[in-house]
């Protein structure tokens, strides 16, 4: 039956976006625990500062998305969009723990949501 449909099994795309939910699950849980053992220390050393994080995706919906996730983890968010989408600005808690957190975590985004919305 697959050479009368053109579109490619749809249950591909199902199993993306359930790699992609407990791929944010998984980077939900370390990233509290990080925030978590940064609020309980009993000297707050954390060094808040903004970051830029260059994206590959194309799509305002794909933009849309990995803008949603990173924001949904704690220690970041993201303040601005540039003008082209590509590059956005970021505010993190503690500039060496979250903003590398955050950019181990968007490749890996990326990838997933490639995976969701693009017949790959």
């Given at each position: 039956?697959?050479?009368?449909?053109?579109?490619?099994?749809?249950?591909?795309?199902?199993?993306?976006?359930?790699?992609?939910?407990?791929?944010?699950?998984?980077?939900?849980?370390?990233?509290?625990?990080?925030?978590?053992?940064?609020?309980?220390?009993?000297?707050?050393?954390?060094?808040?500062?903004?970051?830029?994080?260059?994206?590959?995706?194309?799509?305002?919906?794909?933009?849309?998305?990995?803008?949603?996730?990173?924001?949904?983890?704690?220690?970041?968010v993201v303040v601005e969009l540039s003008e082209d989408g590509k590059t956005f600005y970021m505010h993190a808690m503690d500039i060496p723990d979250s903003s590398d957190m955050v950019l181990r975590s968007k490749d890996q985004f990326e990838?997933?949501?490639?995976?969701?919305?693009?017949?790959?």
């Amino acid at each position: 039956m697959r050479r009368f449909f053109n579109a490619p099994f749809y249950l591909k795309r199902v199993g993306a976006l359930v790699s992609l939910l407990i791929l944010f699950v998984r980077e939900l849980i370390s990233s509290s625990i990080l925030i978590t053992k940064q609020i309980m220390s009993p000297k707050l050393t954390i060094k808040p500062g903004i970051f830029t994080m260059e994206t590959s995706l194309e799509t305002d919906f794909e933009i849309t998305l990995l803008a949603l996730l990173l924001m949904l983890t704690p220690g970041s968010v993201v303040v601005e969009l540039s003008e082209d989408g590509k590059t956005f600005y970021m505010h993190a808690m503690d500039i060496p723990d979250s903003s590398d957190m955050v950019l181990r975590s968007k490749d890996q985004f990326e990838k997933a949501i490639k995976g969701v919305t693009r017949d790959v």
